[in-house]
């Protein structure tokens, strides 16, 4: 096994392939279409789909707002299951920050009560 679907293999794949291999992204395709939309970074530079990736390299992803670090540790060309999909790269993300509690009233509710605004008020963090 010396090709790049060898566990461990160091020959270059394409990033879409990679990102796809490693189950960034469902399907391929949808790993293109991130690449050509700007949200992907290889080494800080916008990449295109075609550019090809080796260990040590380092790759940031932009899904649903978020940014993610990857750092590539073995190419894959093939997808794996999720165990060995996970070796493939250190993920050097730092973690989010806790999102806070909306208050949420119904609407035509009325006026809300003093408790209420009270309550209100300490969520939103104006004791």
Known sequence: MTDATAPG???PV????WLWAVRIYKTRSAATTACRAGHVRVNGERTKAAQTVKPGDEVRVRISG??????VQKTLAKRVG??????????????REPT???AVRD???????KRERRDIDRLRGRD
């Open 9 to 11: 293999s160091v020959k």
């Open 107 to 113: 609407r035509g509710a009325g006026r809300p009560t």
């Open 82 to 95: 999720a165990p060995v999909a996970v070796t493939a790269y250190a993920d050097r993300t730092p973690p």
């Open 100 to 102: 806070a509690m909306l």
């Open 66 to 71: 978020f940014d993610r670090i990857l750092v």
């Open 14 to 17: 394409r990033i879409d392939s």
